[in-house]
Every structure is written in structure tokens, then in C-alpha cells.
């Protein structure tokens, strides 16, 4: 019972310093991770569990070594920052593999990077047909960027000599039945006023609401927690259960 005791006390410190490691790190998507980010992460990772379960060894030591790794790696992300040769050792450069249509087999085989990796991505941006690219870049995070030949572009409205007006970021007003205070007084928009646009839309409970948010021309998007539906819609292949057996 002491063991158990003993180890869940251990996870729970170890839990603590990935949380505050990780934090000072900083954050990255997991698409967007670098092969040194994920080393990282594994290494960290590792040590975490060792703080938890093995209890032959004392938890300060796990805990410096953890420590000490993520200072390591904060140090080095601050010198990749300051110096580039230092951010190219560690991440690597892009890589052109395809340009006019035409596929780089040397770079790819220098980034052991396989024509079925090609493919995949390049449909995954919608580039069916390589004819069709202008040039492709494997980034150091593994995604592909892909711009398409002119002709092959989708219009956008500055093609079509038009000037669509500005749009903005929608600020966030009720998430989860709670009033998002800050953005009413950044946006300069009144409790008052909105409460009263609840009101008007059959709302008398901001707890009902399950988020709410007004875009840059005024328009308010409001989603209720129970929405009235008359009809949804199963996308799976689940056969409803009849009632009564």
C-alpha cells in the first residue's frame, strides 16, 4: 500500500513538471514539430515515467535530470533564435521536389522521401495532377507546400477587379453559458444591448447559450445547448435500434 501510495504521489509530480516543462517550451501543433521537438518530447516523455514508477531511485534526481533537459532545450531554442546556422543544423532547410511540373528525384532521394509521400501530400492540397505544379516544398516539419501553376489557381476577387469588405476576426462573446468579459470591452459592445438581443431572440438564460460570437460588420452567431431541431442527421452505417425489442 506504501508503494502505491508512493508511486501515484511521484506521478503526480511528474505530471506537474511536463505541465510547467512543456509550458516553457512553448507550444507547437503536432503536425508542425521539427525531429528535434519530437526527441524532445520523447526524452522528457521517458523520464516522466521513470519518475513514477521507479521507486529505487530518489524522485530529486529524475526531477533534476527532467529539469535540466528542459533547460537544455529552452537554451538551445533561444540560440536557434539568435543564430540561423543554428536554426538550420537543428531543423533543416526546405527542400524544392517538384518545380514546373517536373519531379527532383535527387532531393528526394536526399531526404529519403518516397513517391507515394509525394502523391499523398500533393493530393491532400488538391493537386491531383503534377503537371499542374509550379513548385512544391517539403518543410522541415514534413508538410508539403504547394503553389499551382497561374492558370490553375482559383480566382480570388482582386482577379475579378472586386473589393470585398474587410471581415475581421468574430470576437467571442458567451462560450459555455459564460460571458467572455474582456471581449465586450475591447469591442466596445454593451452587456445591455446584448442581453436585450437575447431577449429578443426567445433567450432569457445566458446559461442556455452555448456560444456566441459578432463579426466585424455586427452580425451576431449565437448556438444554444439545446437546439431545437426537427431533424438530424446519422452519417454513420448503424442500424437504428426499434423499440421495444
Do not use: C
Request: charged letters at 25%; zero cysteines; aromatic letters at 6%.
Amino acid at each position: 500500500m506504501h508503494d502505491l501510495t508512493e508511486v501515484i504521489l511521484r506521478s503526480i509530480a511528474a505530471f506537474i513538471a511536463v505541465l510547467v516543462i512543456t509550458k516553457l517550451i512553448g507550444k507547437s501543433q503536432l503536425g508542425q514539430l521539427t525531429i528535434s521537438d519530437y526527441i524532445n518530447g520523447i526524452v522528457i516523455g521517458s523520464i516522466a515515467a521513470n519518475v513514477a514508477v521507479d521507486l529505487r531511485t530518489n524522485v530529486i534526481h529524475y526531477l533534476t535530470g527532467m529539469v535540466a533537459f528542459g533547460a537544455l532545450t529552452i537554451f538551445v531554442q533561444w540560440a536557434s533564435l539568435k543564430n540561423r546556422n543554428i536554426r538550420k543544423l537543428l531543423q533543416d532547410e526546405p527542400t524544392i521536389v517538384v518545380h514546373n511540373g517536373k519531379i527532383l528525384e535527387h532531393n528526394m532521394k536526399l531526404m529519403r522521401y518516397t513517391m507515394d509521400d509525394l502523391m499523398m501530400q500533393l493530393r491532400e492540397k488538391g493537386a491531383f495532377n503534377i503537371a499542374d505544379v509550379e513548385f512544391a516544398i517539403a518543410e522541415p516539419n514534413g508538410e508539403l507546400s504547394v503553389l499551382l501553376k497561374s492558370p490553375k489557381r482559383p480566382l480570388t476577387p482582386e482577379d475579378l477587379g472586386l473589393d470585398p469588405p474587410y471581415e475581421g476576426i468574430p470576437a467571442e462573446l458567451v462560450v459555455d453559458g459564460e460571458l467572455i468579459e474582456q471581449n465586450f470591452e475591447q469591442h466596445g459592445i454593451s452587456k445591455q444591448w446584448f442581453f436585450h438581443y437575447l431577449k429578443e431572440q426567445g433567450i432569457n438564460d445566458i446559461k442556455d447559450v452555448a456560444y456566441a460570437q459578432i463579426d466585424a460588420n455586427g452580425q451576431v452567431y449565437i448556438d444554444l445547448k439545446h437546439d431545437k431541431l426537427t431533424m438530424t442527421v446519422d452519417i454513420t452505417d448503424k442500424k437504428p435500434r426499434r423499440k421495444g425489442g
